[in-house]
């Protein structure tokens, strides 16, 4: 796992939050991630799978519901209390910039990728399991109602 | 969605559990995904994203318990009565295997993927949202155990 990576993702997300919801974030401290770790409140995760010829990567974008809430009554006309068809929507495009994002600046650094759909998942208690051989790094964040988090792993893949 | 990518991933996956696991499936009707549908019971779903200059999908393969739990006692030397980690790394294999089988046969038809990593999503409550929009086509199976499923939404790319 290299920083190289990280930082595009980190920079592809805060720039989106900051623009698009007015939101400030508080950085907490970068870790891996445990194998077991699970997420375990009410909570929605915009999942990215990113492949090229030379490598693949995996980020998952979790928010949780008071967060996306605050992001949603932000960025959305409508009041919102609690996860919807539209919100859900609403983290399906986050996912998508955010990659966007990430793409552009790995482009810079070289990296090649095709976009796949993002994927959001819902639910009060659930595992999310990264199948790639290098290590998943979490980077969490604070907002004023609460926390959200990325995990990010990306793995260069090696040539014969 | 056509028709022609549903029957890639749908062979790919008969044939895994059959060669891997001796699994003997009886095939449910096939129908559009309703958008608030929700796992509802203990399962493990290998999420699998493909993406290409021509065409993107997004593929989930969600087994309830007692079905995933039936495969590994087929596939693994140890008796499993939970899902656990190495129940989980099954699941990924399994995807992992699907995505490749998949990836062989679009390419007869002339589609080339670069295959992401698979993420696998645990839980006993929780939406999956994919992010097409292409219709997401759901294939139910029926075995000795109990039913799984497999999600498909696949998207050709229109040219500029």
């Known amino acids: 796992m290299d920083v190289q990576f990280i930082n595009p993702v980190l920079k592809a997300t805060n720039e989106i939050l900051l623009t698009m919801a007015k939101l400030e974030v508080k950085f907490g401290n970068v ?18 799978s990113m492949a090229s010829k030379d490598a693949k990567a995996s980020i998952a974008l979790t928010f949780t519901e008071p967060v996306i809430l605050e992001i949603a009554n932000k960025m959305l006309p409508e009041s919102k209390h609690a996860i919807d068809g539209i919100v859900i929507d609403l983290v ?8 966007g994002g990430a793409k552009r600046y790995l482009e810079e650094d070289g990296y090649s990728f095709n976009l796949a759909f993002p994927t959001i998942i819902m639910g009060s208690e659930y595992l999310i399991a990264h199948r790639t051989t290098a290590p998943v790094i979490v980077l969490p964040f604070k907002t004023r109602t609460g926390e959200f988090f990325i995990e990010a792993s990306f793995e260069q893949i090696k040539k014969a």
């Open 31 to 48: 870790r891996v991630k445990k194998h077991d770790e699970t997420v375990s409140c009410k909570s929605i995760t915009g999942l990215m």
């Open 92 to 99: 399906g495009e986050i996912a998508n910039m955010v990659m």
